[in-house]
């Protein structure tokens, strides 16, 4: 495929607003791929290309040279010179084949290559319209894609499913595995019998046990075992080959705040933070992948194994019990509960929702502005956005809630990951969530809906972009705010 032929898809996404057109697109896009494309086209496409890290610093430094090698126009050629150019280390050097490549590039090319690297491509194609899009391709159901999914990549899939293999994709102890997730509820929505758990503030974990030692995963697939010496000694003590899912907190006496946990990812900073390991769920047993299996027979096998690591829980289908619960959470110093369909399979978001004593969202900061005063040295000021069908929504901004050593530590990944500048704003790569408290949501000429008195209540380093909460949920918190 020529990647004139990628760029016109590109526009054709843009042309129209409607998701099944969309999706027609896509499906028909994937259909025509070789196999040597996929991995290539889909990347180029989404703007997913984390192992090439170029920054906005790099590009603006681009200039027209002369090329030191003729590379060919066609996307697996481009993306093979990305990836090269993403491995190598010495800066000078990414810069010179950058302005290699792009200086051979006519100006839509170019605009699409660069906009690729900064994760811009304005399309309005989500990783989930490209999962519906490959469902409705070779007549997979949504959850058969769903679960393929939470094991696999967006290439892989496709590259299976075109031959009709997706069941071949399995539950591979060491390989990572993305996390269930919650939604937002009320306690009347809950109809049906739930395990109501404590809600915790830490760190999402996925646990590898087996005769290759243990390995320990964050839910953004990366590997964080170095970092919990502690947890992995106290898992010595599981007999066999099991993938658990569980959380990792802060904790002496009582819980502690999310911030003292994130002191064990800084070298500086002292690695006796005392924690504490709640397990909840077990994925692989023994060569067996448990997946479609109800969370309560999943729940039968983890206490057989583990049951001095379950949570304080319930289960009940009775409202009143669960906000008792839910209070005798609060006073504990958790955040809330987490009430899980006791026959929900284990998915992306099908059965799990979180309560919670205060209204939060996870956003993403999408530019930021210099402060002022006491804060003139740091971007402090942030835009936030939520995702609406792959593009970023944004919904407010704030200055309130972090420390000063927070404010420098943002400041420093913000402007490594800089679009563009335009007077005091500093427009990002979104790639930073952070969770944010606030009193209301109200309706907003500028924004479509505005939080507000919005404060940062944590940054979320261990999550990714594509986790953040959706405008249907601001829109549907904005009514139950308002009865």
Not at 430 to 439: G, K, L, N, S
Request: hydrophobic share 40%; charged share 35%; proline share 3%.
């Amino acid at each position: 495929m020529d990647l004139k032929d990628l760029i016109s898809i590109a526009e054709k996404l843009k042309s129209t607003a409607k998701k099944k057109e969309k999706i027609a697109i896509v499906a028909n896009f994937i259909k025509n791929l070789r196999e040597e494309e996929i991995e290539p086209a889909i990347n180029l496409l989404l703007g997913n290309l984390p192992k090439i890290n170029v920054g906005y610093a790099t590009i603006a430094k681009f200039q027209k040279v002369l090329p030191f090698e003729k590379i060919p126009k066609d996307v697996k050629s481009i993306y093979s010179y990305l990836i090269k150019i993403g491995e190598t280390s010495k800066e000078k050097e990414k810069e010179s084949m950058l302005s290699a490549l792009l200086s051979q590039l006519d100006s839509k090319e170019r605009e699409f290559i660069i906009n690729a690297l900064l994760g811009e491509q304005r399309h309005g194609v989500s990783q989930g319209l490209f999962l519906e899009a490959i469902a409705d391709a070779f007549g997979y159901t949504k959850e058969n894609i769903e679960k393929a999914y939470l094991i696999s990549s967006l290439p892989e899939i496709l590259s299976y499913a075109r031959k009709n293999e997706l069941d071949k994709i399995k539950v591979k102890l060491y390989k990572p595995i993305k996390p269930m997730l919650t939604d937002m509820a009320k306690f009347e929505d809950l109809k049906g019998t739930y395990c109501v758990e404590y809600k915790f503030d830490g760190i999402r974990a996925h646990l590898h046990i087996g005769n290759k030692g243990i390995k320990i995963f964050s839910r953004n697939q990366r590997e964080i075992t170095d970092y919990f010496p502690e947890i992995v000694e106290e898992m010595k003590s599981i007999d066999g080959e099991v993938i658990l899912d569980g959380e990792i907190i802060a904790f002496k006496d009582k819980p502690l705040p999310f911030q003292e946990l994130m002191k064990k990812f800084r070298k500086e900073k002292s690695m006796d933070i005392p924690t504490k390991l709640y397990l909840f769920d077990i994925l692989y047993k023994d060569g067996k992948e448990l997946l479609d299996l109800p969370f309560e027979k999943r729940r039968e096998i983890l206490k057989e194994m583990a049951s001095s690591y379950l949570p304080p829980h319930i289960i009940t289908n009775k409202p009143d019990e669960m906000k008792k619960f839910f209070e005798k959470a609060v006073n504990e110093g958790f955040e809330g509960i987490v009430a899980k369909d006791v026959k929900s399979k284990y998915r992306l978001r099908r059965g799990w929702y979180k309560v919670k004593k205060s209204h939060s969202l996870d956003v993403a900061i999408i530019a930021a502005e210099w402060g002022h005063g006491r804060r003139y040295k740091w971007l402090s000021d942030y835009w936030l956005a939520v995702l609406d069908n792959g593009e970023f929504h944004m919904v407010g901004k704030t200055f309130k809630g972090l420390t000063d050593e927070e404010f420098e530590e943002i400041t420093k990944e913000l402007l490594k990951n800089k679009v563009r500048e335009e007077g005091r704003v500093i427009f990002v790569k979104p790639t930073i969530v952070v969770e944010v408290e606030f009193d209301d949501i109200q309706k907003s000429d500028r924004y479509g809906y505005a939080l507000r008195f919005a404060r940062v209540k944590r940054i979320r380093w261990d999550k990714d972009v594509n986790e953040i909460n959706t405008l249907e949920d601001v829109k549907k918190l904005y009514k139950e705010m308002k009865k």
